[in-house]
């Protein structure tokens, strides 16, 4: 195809492999995005530089998390497709950009171009040669084909599982009342039975919800429905539970072990509802090295029911590996906040099923039979009501809208309401007004004001806890010398630090840079070894908090992970050695201690980025905002720092208005997954 007005300044391909290096030289573009324009280039001697530019473009989306690119969005502002820096951080440069590439062409001149290139397989076409093809274009969007095919095994899977209606005991509408015996506040809505009820009818559904709205309680009273009637007729439902990383699989083992204990049901059906969490990688069985896993459509996992938490977390290929992986008979329960950060890696799974989940979207007979079976009346839910059945996944999600934790008088809960409602202005009335004890804003002075290390340092409020109040017990709580190495009180101190250490923790929204995670642990550690908290600022020391970046099967620790280096004696009686605790996640307190020597993929943790806090709690959680603003921070990062919180949440700013800025911003992840559920074909 000839180039006319559309990328009339490059009139070959090889022009534009010049030109993408260049992108690459300033950090524009990935090497990983041009590598691949260069192997398609291969395939294609003769490809089209709209087509070369439109992969760069789509590979490189990939890496903010896209699945895909839209090509019509993308010709309304295309350098939004690059990572170029803040505006006014650009130096004036003698360089094109698809701005200016771009300038004058219409999408469907771009789709057109697209649909003729041998590199781009049509997604109607079902022929063995597009099978083969390295992109996809479905409709007005641009896909690698690994990710398109990713959203079809998912859309696949999910389409047969709605279908799907399971059978319900007759006696439903009185095991509800057994297991939820204590009515909410007068006018409020029992969200939890009614996400019970919902979900004993489907082989799939998902719970979604804000911290302390109960979605822990909700699941395993739901185990109790599912599996009563399977005890009582002789057999046992096969329950696996499962979360992204091991820190969250941790608290979800605590969280469920106590949740089962005060379990109204039989001994024998208590004893058959499982508290142990394992990670997702772990239950399909991961192979080191590669993307496979033991667990697929080839070999099924052995289970009934399977329930996985904090599914904001799971990308678009490890949902599709796990749908791949489970039993046509098998139930499926998602538990996540729908308002958190999505996963590090491509795709927003748990956003985009949850698309509905605000205004109910239910459908007639789904109210009337909920009423039925629950007792609750949806008559003032304020739900939105589905006349024309074109809401099928809505059928089968249940948001939990009454927080426990965050009361009306939380100002933790309001600040967070406000930011996930976009609303700044509100948001920031309420940091001013300091009415509420459990609220704190810190404004720094500049660079240097020492304001930080005193609030990192000490903490805020009526007994506040910060980094000195782990390293004070650390010595003050430790075992005599001489106390023999297999003596339980040295485990019993572990634990006790390790619980100490999750009294308050620091959290930063991008890695680099004097804001970033890695200036602010150098600038901790310093400032710690200046008060004389710890000892040494060397690679390893008593005290240093370690976070595992990768999943280390062997020690069975976990991505999230977070450990303390202790002085602990050997068990010959020799000189004491730094080991590093990390709790056992098992729900009963238990600890490992690793050879610092053993842990290659761990990093200090005074402070993380929010994303790596998912799965996690801490008494006190102050987040520190950059001086500038990034494309990382949205009101879902705002919303997810501030929900990490348990009882005090500081917000820490460099510069005003980059707080507003960011609640303004909305994390919209580009992908085809349910655009159209309820049509009969998701490609047209």
Known sequence: ????????????????????????????????????????????????????????????????????????????????????????????????????????????????????????????DGSAQAQSRPLVLSGKRLYLRRYWTYERRIDNALRQRLATQEAVAADLPQRLNGLFDQAPPEGVIDWQKLACALATRGAFSIVTGGPGTGKTTTVVRLLALLQAPAVEKGTTLRIRLAAPTGKAAARLTESISQQVRSLKVSDVVRGKIP????????????????????????????????????????????MANLLDALPSHARLVLLGDKDQLASVEAGAVLGDLCRDAEAGWYSPHTREWLESVSGESLAASGLQEDLDASHPLAQQVVMLRYSRRFGEGSGIGQLARWVNQQDPEHARQLLAARTHDDLF????????????????????????????????????????????????????????????FDAFQLLCAVRKGPWGVEGLNQRITAALLKARLIDSDQQWYEGRPVLMTRNDY?????????????????????????????????????????????????????????????????????????????????????YTGITRARERFSLIESRSGVFEEAVRRKVKRLSGLMLELGTPDLNT
């Open 441 to 500: 804003c810190l404004r720094l002075k500049g660079e240097h004001d020492r304001a930080l290390e005193r609030l990192v340092l000490e903490g805020q409020g009526e007994g506040a806890h910060g980094y000195r109040y782990y390293l004070n017990l650390l010595r003050a709580s430790r075992p005599p010398v001489d106390t023999p190495r297999e003596d339980p009180r040295w485990t019993g101190w572990a634990r006790q630090l390790l619980q100490a």
């Open 275 to 318: 508290t142990e969490v394992t990670t997702v990688h772990r239950l399909l069985g991961s192979r080191p090295g590669t993307r496979h896993f033991r667990h697929h459509a080839g070999n099924l996992l052995p289970l009934d029911v399977l329930v996985v938490d904090e599914a904001s977390m799971i990308d678009l290929e490890m």
């Open 1 to 124: 195809m000839s180039l006319e007005t559309p990328l009339a300044p490059l009139n070959h391909a090889a022009d534009l492999l010049e030109l993408l290096e260049r992108w690459v030289d300033r950090g524009w573009l990935r090497a990983l995005d041009k590598a691949f324009v260069g192997f398609l280039h291969e395939l294609d001697l003769q490809a089209d530089p709209l087509v070369l530019l439109a992969a760069a473009l789509t590979s490189h989306q990939l890496g903010h998390g896209h699945v895909c690119l839209d090509l019509f969005e993308t010709l309304k502002a295309p350098d939004f497709a690059l990572s170029l820096p803040p505006e006014g951080d650009m130096q004036t440069v003698a360089m094109l950009l698809p701005s200016q590439l771009l300038s004058g062409l219409d999408g469907a001149h771009w789709c057109h171009a697209l649909a003729a290139s041998p590199l781009v397989a049509l997604a109607v």
């Open 554 to 638: 062997g020690l069975g620790l976990m991505n999230g992970d977070i450990g303390i280096a202790l002085k602990l004696p050997e068990s010959d009686g020799g000189p004491q050695v730094l080991r590093v605790a990390f709790p056992r996640n098992d729900g009963q307190g238990g600890v490992r201690f690793v050879l610092p020597s053993r842990l290659n993929d761990v990093e200090t943790v005074y402070a993380m980025t929010v994303h790596k806090s998912q799965g996690s709690e801490f008494t006190h959680t102050a987040l520190i905002l950059p001086d500038a603003l990034n494309p990382v921070l949205t009101k879902e990062l705002i």
